[in-house]
Nanobody, 121 residues
C-alpha cells in the first residue's frame, strides 16, 4: 500500500508563509501526478494545485500567485510553498498522488491524512 505523509502545517498570521511537504512511500515505481487539496470547515474538499511528473503545474484561481507547488521526483515528494496567506486559506490540506506501485499493472490514486493550516488575522 502506498502511504502519503504530509507535514509542515501549523498556525500563522495573515500575510505569513508556510511550506507543506508530502512524502509518498511504499514500493513506488513512479507517480505521474501529485496534488494538493484542502477542506475548510463546513465546505467541500477543493483541488488547490497539481503537478505532473514532467513538471507541469496548475492552480486554483484563489491561490494563483501565492502558492507554489514543486516536487522532488527522486524522493517522491511534493511541496506546497504558501506565501501571503489569508484567513480564508485556513483548512486541512491533503496530499494525493496517482502512483504505480511495484507489482501493480495500473496506477491508483492515494490520499494522505491531512495537515491543518490555520491563518489568523
Amino acid at each position: 500500500q502506498v502511504q502519503l505523509v504530509e507535514s509542515g502545517g501549523g498556525s500563522v498570521q495573515a500575510g505569513g508563509s508556510l511550506k507543506l511537504s508530502c512524502v509518498a512511500s511504499g514500493y513506488i515505481l513512479r507517480c505521474s501526478r501529485m496534488d494538493w487539496y484542502r477542506q475548510a470547515p463546513g465546505k467541500e474538499r477543493e483541488l488547490v494545485s497539481i503537478i505532473s511528473s514532467d513538471g507541469t503545474t496548475s492552480y486554483a484561481e484563489s491561490v494563483k500567485g501565492r502558492l507554489t507547488i514543486s516536487q522532488d521526483n527522486a524522493k517522491n515528494t511534493v511541496y506546497l510553498q504558501m506565501n501571503s496567506l489569508k484567513t480564508e486559506d485556513t483548512a486541512v490540506y491533503y496530499c494525493a498522488a496517482r502512483c504505480l506501485r511495484r507489482g501493480d499493472r495500473n496506477e491508483y490514486y492515494y490520499w494522505g491524512q491531512g495537515t491543518q493550516v490555520t491563518v489568523s488575522s
